[in-house]
């Protein structure tokens, strides 16, 4: 079983579910793609702080989408706020949605709306990379390499570098958050990264509150497009 087909996470764009990056494309059309650690959710903790928050950008040729993460307890309460504004697919778009991660859900939505999204956490994301825990077999399967730390945004990260099936990818992880990862595939180049990064901030009260007044719908499976083969 291969960890990551990170030909597929290229292709198929960072949150499919609305987490924007600052991009920087050449040859891909404007979007967003994440990579993870086989385990997701790790007993005790997630990420090595107790609470944060970091913000994307993507900006299109005419939208304009930012992304706020937020996450307490290690990690173990997680939510995503993604407003997009401007021209997307021939559409003009002015919204905010909205995904909580649970242990047992994902509840997602879009504010304004009374019904929602509830979905299975199959293969939860959350910015988790925990490339520390591979092991050698995986870490051969996908030609893992540890380069030197690095600063990014003046925290020291560490930097990994795989390759599988024509895609190299570089990343950048500092507490276990992947804040910035460059992709090659077949001649293009793609650069997502942070543009801000908070550790311990005071976080909106009830930010991790599941709304009372909209309705989830239970949907299977959430997430099967990026599940390792």
């Known amino acids: 079983m291969k960890l990551i087909n990170l030909s597929m996470l290229f292709l198929a764009g960072l949150f499919t579910y609305g987490c924007g990056l600052s991009t920087k494309t050449k040859g891909t059309q404007d979007d967003t793609c994440e990579i993870q650690a086989k385990k997701d959710v790790t007993p005790g903790k997630i990420y090595d702080i107790k609470s944060g928050m970091f ?30 504004k401007g021209e997307l697919l021939g559409n003009y778009v002015n919204e905010q ?20 999204k509830k979905m299975k956490p199959s293969y939860v994301k959350r910015f988790n ?9 995986q870490k051969k399967s996908i030609n ?4 030197p730390d690095e600063k990014f945004l003046g925290k020291t990260c560490k930097v990994y570098s ?9 990343v950048w992880v500092w507490k276990n958050i992947m804040i910035k990862s460059v992709s090659r595939f077949k001649g293009n180049t ?4 942070v543009v801000s990064i908070k550790e311990n901030p005071k976080i909106p009260e009830g930010m991790f509150d ?12 959430y997430g099967k497009r990026v599940r390792p083969k």
């Open 55 to 84: 913000t994307f950008e993507n900006k299109g040729a005419k939208f304009t989408r930012i992304t706020n993460a937020y996450f307490d307890d290690y990690g173990k309460k997680f939510a995503l706020v993604v407003e997009t």
């Open 144 to 147: 893992f390499k540890e380069l």
């Open 129 to 137: 990379s925990r490339y520390g825990e591979l092991t050698d077999e």
């Open 210 to 221: 599941i709304p009372k007044d909209v309705k989830f719908k239970a949907i299977s499976d």
């Open 162 to 170: 795989m390759s599988e099936e024509g895609v190299t990818l570089t």
């Open 190 to 193: 793609r650069e997502e990264a």
């Open 97 to 116: 949605k909205v995904k909580l991660f649970t242990d047992s859900a994902v509840y997602a939505y879009t504010i304004g709306n009374k019904e929602g």
